[in-house]
Nanobody
Framework: QVQLVESGGGLVQAGVSLRLSCVAS????????MAWYRQAPGKQRDLVAS???????NYVDSVKGRFTISRDNAKNTVYLQMNSLKPEDTAVYYC???????WGQGTQVTVSA
């Protein structure tokens, strides 16, 4: 059974950093394309970053240079390092095994001005 469990969200001030974690079970993240999405209130869920099995990464323009997606194969975990956070980064962040319908439960990130 596949499970994705996110953690690391919180309430922070603008400019600080957070690191989100997505611990996977039932799959091996190194062999998969894994992604982080986010959904702000009243908006659709959008792709933020992805990492392929090859290690190739992809980012939405609004987070390039601030966010970094990575994985720890030994821990079977995918991370999203978020630096220089802005209020517009406020959202629920979800981990997903691309392109399947396996999602985590989400972790709330709130950035105050």
């Amino acid at each position: 059974q596949v499970q994705l469990v996110e953690s690391g969200g919180g309430l922070v001030q603008a400019g600080v950093s957070l690191r989100l974690s997505c611990v996977a079970s039932g799959i091996t993240v190194v062999a998969k394309t894994m992604a982080w999405y986010r959904q702000a209130p009243g908006k659709q869920r959008d792709l933020v970053a992805s990492i392929r099995g090859s290690g190739q990464t992809n980012y939405v323009d609004s987070v390039k240079g601030r966010f970094t997606i990575s994985r720890d194969n030994a821990k079977n975990t995918v991370y999203l390092q978020m630096n220089s956070l802005k209020p517009e980064d406020t959202a629920v962040y979800y981990c997903r095994w691309e392109p399947t319908n396996y999602w985590g439960q989400g972790t709330q990130v709130t950035v105050s001005a």
